[in-house]
Nanobody, 113 residues
């Protein structure tokens, strides 16, 4: 059974930082590209960043230069380092195996102005 467990969210002031983690299990982690998504209240879920099996990364324009995605295949974990946070980054953040349908429960990030 595939499981994704996100953690590390919280309340932070604008300009602050958070590091999200996603612990994955139930399949061979290293063969999948991974992604971080977010969903703000009343809005559609959107892609934030992806990382390939070999570590190549891509970012949405609105987080480029502020967020960094990384992975540790030995720990079956993907991370999202978020710096220079803005109130508009407030959302529930989810990780996902790219190409698989499962979602975790998400972790809430709230950025106050």
């Amino acid at each position: 059974q595939v499981q994704l467990v996100e953690s590390g969210g919280g309340l932070v002031q604008a300009g602050g930082s958070l590091r999200l983690s996603c612990a994955a299990s139930g399949t061979v982690f290293s063969i999948y590209a991974m992604g971080w998504y977010r969903q703000a209240l009343g809005k559609q879920r959107e892609l934030v960043a992806t990382i390939s099996q070999l570590g190549s990364t891509n970012y949405a324009d609105y987080v480029k230069g502020r967020f960094t995605i990384s992975r540790d295949d030995a720990k079956n974990t993907v991370y999202l380092q978020m710096n220079s946070l803005k109130p508009e980054d407030t959302a529930v953040y989810y990780c996902k195996y790219l190409g698989r349908p499962e979602w975790g429960q998400g972790t809430q990030v709230t950025v106050s102005s």
